[in-house]
């Protein structure tokens, strides 16, 4: 199969108006799909990221709604549910929140698809930190066979391989054409710290480790640097991972699973050095106790067979996608202002302040 394959296609994305899935849409109407139905409710999204373009027919909504399930199109060729409660420390504030938006609305879809016409695929956005190692000292890269834990650390991570077994269940009782793509620590333009509803914690806000420090680098304020920065995470830009979503789509096999990862291991430390260096701003390191909640302090993904099966390799270069991010929040300064602003009586509340 070739990309234009979705040439004239009906696409689903659900959480289109989020980090990934506005850059998914955004590269979708590259191969000239008929019409791409975004459905998000912008718990966690600003709608700055929707593409203005005739293809794209916004749904404002849970795909958990009955009244949103029942009007879409009878048909998709494609399905990319994306559609999460963003993330772990979120979930451990308001689990039930994190099961009506993670594992609710996985369910609803698949059950709801298994009514219908089934597409050609659909690609469940699942996270690599569901079966990492559970340790501090030296890991080794998780494939996907490696086994899943029955003490996971956060309600996120329990969401997600629940999202897993219930596409398996529909894939062998309803023949849909599901699979897995296990993200590592995803990176890149248009994720906007603060962007959405307030969620209860400053985790609203200061989400990811790689937009935090950036913003924290261009504003000169300190780092947060846990346990001294020893924690690792497999860092994989935008840009690549939505091309492994797209290589899911055209060469996956329904019931499979891959790592979308690039299989390099990096500090938290050496992170705080290289954002330093792209953002041209030594910020200082604001060194903090190791997180409670977090037993996989280190791991990063094998890309093998994602590679081997789909063709599928990570091109961009960590201090490269660095570059490109910190670019693109300085041209975006005002509305990454706006999103943290809304919030900003909650964060100060938070601070005693």
Same mark, same amino acid.
């Given at each position: 199969?070739?990309?234009?394959?979705?040439?004239?296609?009906?696409?689903?994305?659900?959480?289109?108006?989020?980090?990934?899935?506005?850059?998914?849409?955004? &590269?979708? $109407? #590259?191969?000239?799909?008929?019409?791409?139905?975004?459905?998000?409710?912008?718990?966690?999204?600003?709608?700055?990221?929707?593409?203005?373009?005739?293809?794209?027919?916004?749904?404002?909504?849970?795909?958990?709604?009955? *009244?949103?399930?029942?009007?879409?199109?009878?048909?998709?060729? +494609?399905?990319?549910?994306?559609?999460?409660?963003?993330?772990?420390?979120?979930?451990?504030?308001?689990?039930?929140?994190?099961?009506?938006?993670?594992?609710?609305?996985?369910?609803?879809?698949?059950?709801?698809?298994?009514? *219908?016409?089934?597409?050609? %695929?659909? @690609?469940?956005?699942?996270?690599?930190?569901?079966?990492?190692?559970?340790?501090?000292?030296?890991?080794?890269?998780?494939?996907?066979?490696?086994?899943?834990?029955?003490?996971?650390?956060?309600?996120?991570?329990?969401?997600?391989?629940?999202?897993?077994?219930?596409?398996?269940?529909?894939?062998? %009782?309803? %023949?849909?054409?599901?699979? %897995?793509?296990?993200?590592?620590?995803?990176?890149?333009?248009?994720?906007?710290?603060?962007?959405?509803? +307030?969620?209860?914690?400053?985790?609203?806000? +200061?989400?990811?480790?790689?937009?935090?420090?950036?913003?924290?680098?261009?504003?000169?304020?300190?780092?947060?640097?846990?346990?001294?920065?020893?924690?690792?995470? #497999?860092?994989?830009?935008?840009?690549? $991972?939505?091309?492994?979503?797209?290589?899911?789509?055209?060469?996956?096999?329904?019931?499979?699973?891959?790592?979308?990862?690039?299989?390099?291991?990096?500090?938290?430390?050496?992170?705080?050095?290289?954002?330093?260096?792209?953002?041209?701003?030594?910020?200082?390191?604001?060194? &903090?106790?190791?997180?409670?909640?977090?037993?996989?302090?280190?791991?990063?993904?094998?890309?093998?067979?994602? *590679?081997?099966?789909?063709?599928?390799?990570?091109?961009?270069?960590?201090?490269?996608?660095?570059?490109?991010?910190?670019? +693109?929040?300085?041209?975006?300064?005002?509305? @990454?202002?706006?999103? @943290?602003?809304?919030? &900003?009586?909650?964060? #100060?509340?938070?601070?005693?302040?």
């Amino acid at each position: 199969m070739s990309r234009s394959e979705f040439c004239g296609s009906t696409v689903l994305v659900t959480g289109g108006a989020g980090f990934i899935g506005s850059n998914l849409c955004h &590269r979708l $109407l #590259d191969d000239g799909p008929e019409r791409i139905v975004v459905v998000d409710n912008l718990l966690s999204a600003d709608m700055v990221n929707v593409p203005d373009h005739p293809a794209i027919d916004f749904r404002l909504g849970s795909i958990a709604d009955d *009244r949103v399930l029942q009007q879409l199109p009878q048909q998709f060729d +494609w399905v990319f549910h994306l559609a999460t409660y963003h993330g772990n420390q979120s979930s451990m504030h308001d689990p039930l929140a994190d099961h009506a938006n993670n594992t609710l609305t996985t369910l609803k879809l698949f059950d709801h698809l298994a009514t *219908r016409q089934a597409p050609r %695929k659909i @690609i469940y956005a699942s996270a690599g930190c569901t079966v990492a190692q559970k340790t501090f000292d030296a890991a080794e890269a998780t494939t996907e066979d490696d086994p899943v834990s029955l003490y996971l650390d956060s309600p996120y991570q329990i969401s997600k391989i629940v999202g897993e077994l219930y596409g398996n269940y529909y894939f062998t %009782k309803h %023949k849909l054409p599901f699979v %897995k793509a296990r993200f590592q620590n995803v990176y890149g333009p248009r994720e906007i710290l603060g962007a959405g509803q +307030w969620r209860g914690t400053p985790a609203t806000v +200061w989400r990811n480790v790689i937009p935090t420090f950036i913003w924290k680098a261009l504003c000169n304020t300190a780092l947060p640097v846990e346990n001294g920065g020893i924690a690792t995470r #497999d860092f994989i830009y935008v840009g690549d $991972l939505v091309e492994g979503l797209i290589a899911c789509a055209h060469k996956a096999l329904p019931g499979s699973v891959y790592n979308l990862a690039t299989g390099v291991e990096t500090s938290i430390g050496e992170l705080a050095h290289l954002i330093n260096s792209a953002a041209g701003a030594p910020a200082p390191v604001d060194l &903090r106790p190791a997180r409670t909640w977090d037993r996989s302090g280190k791991r990063y993904g094998d890309p093998t067979k994602a *590679r081997t099966e789909l063709g599928f390799t990570a091109a961009t270069a960590l201090p490269e996608g660095l570059r490109q991010t910190v670019e +693109w929040t300085r041209a975006n300064r005002s509305v @990454i202002e706006r999103c @943290i602003t809304q919030h &900003r009586h909650f964060l #100060d509340r938070k601070a005693g302040l």
